[in-house]
């Protein structure tokens, strides 16, 4: 499985768009991008995923690089409750769902 | 309301004795997985299961058992808890189509003495 690198922390004004990076230059052509988050220390939370074509849901829209080897989270309008740790992670579509962790991006949304 | 359960959520135990951390989940999902995320490290990924009977290997599984008699339990068991084994615990499950999304638990977090 392809490794990402995200940057350590980022910040964002409440009610702007968090625009979150993620390098996967490794990835190869059968393997997806996730995009999770983690609250304090509740379980992971899924927002997205996509393989090759921009993808959009009420929490979130990714936006991956035509030559995949990086991606954006991008959160629309942030709010206080968006503080989080975000992991971007590259899957294979494989049976076993293992994915693999970084350490994410610490994301705290200033009021 | 669609949920993974784990419990305890919380437990201080000493070496040695022998626990049992349950996991259920009630979407009737066949794949469930139990990962450890320790600081500095990210979660891990310590067994899963494919389906009842099923079960194999993560990355980290030394010091756990797990076992699937029923579809929706998933317990991973220490027989003999070692302070390295002090972490937080998650249990996730997956349908078996569709995109490949975990569920987590909300957690349970062990301390070994």
């Known amino acids: 499985d392809a490794k990402t690198t995200q940057p350590p922390s980022m910040d964002c004004a409440e009610g702007r768009a968090a625009n979150l990076p993620c390098n996967h230059s490794?990835?190869?052509?059968?393997?997806?991008v996730y995009w999770y988050r983690q609250i304090h220390s509740q379980g992971p939370q899924y927002i997205i995923h996509?393989?090759?074509?921009?993808e959009t849901n009420e929490m979130a829209s990714l936006i991956i690089t035509e030559d995949r080897k990086s991606s954006t989270l991008i959160l629309p309008h942030a709010t206080l409750r968006d503080t989080a740790v975000y992991y971007c992670?590259?899957?294979?579509?494989?049976?076993?769902?293992?994915?693999?962790w970084g350490l994410g991006t610490s994301l705290a949304v200033n009021p | 309301e669609a949920q993974v359960t784990q419990n305890p959520r919380y437990l201080i135990t000493v070496t040695g004795k022998k626990l049992t951390v349950t996991c259920s989940q009630n979407?009737?999902?066949?794949?469930m997985s139990w990962y450890r995320q320790d600081p500095g490290l990210g979660l891990r990924q310590i067994y899963y299961?494919?389906?009842?009977?099923?079960?194999d290997k993560g990355d980290v599984p030394e010091g756990y058992k797990v076992s699937r008699k029923e579809k929706r339990n998933f317990p991973l068991i220490l027989e003999s808890p070692s302070p390295n084994q002090t972490s937080l615990y998650f249990c996730?499950?997956?349908?078996?189509?569709?995109?490949?999304?975990?569920?987590f638990g909300e957690g349970s977090r062990l301390t070994v003495l």
């Open positions: 996730a499950s997956s349908p078996p189509r569709g995109t490949g999304e975990l569920f």
């Open positions: 979407m009737n999902h066949e794949y």
């Open positions: 299961s494919m389906n009842v009977e099923v079960t």
């Open positions: 490794t990835i190869s052509g059968n393997e997806y």
């Open positions: 996509g393989l090759k074509n921009n």
């Open positions: 992670i590259v899957r294979n579509a494989g049976n076993n769902r293992k994915l693999i």
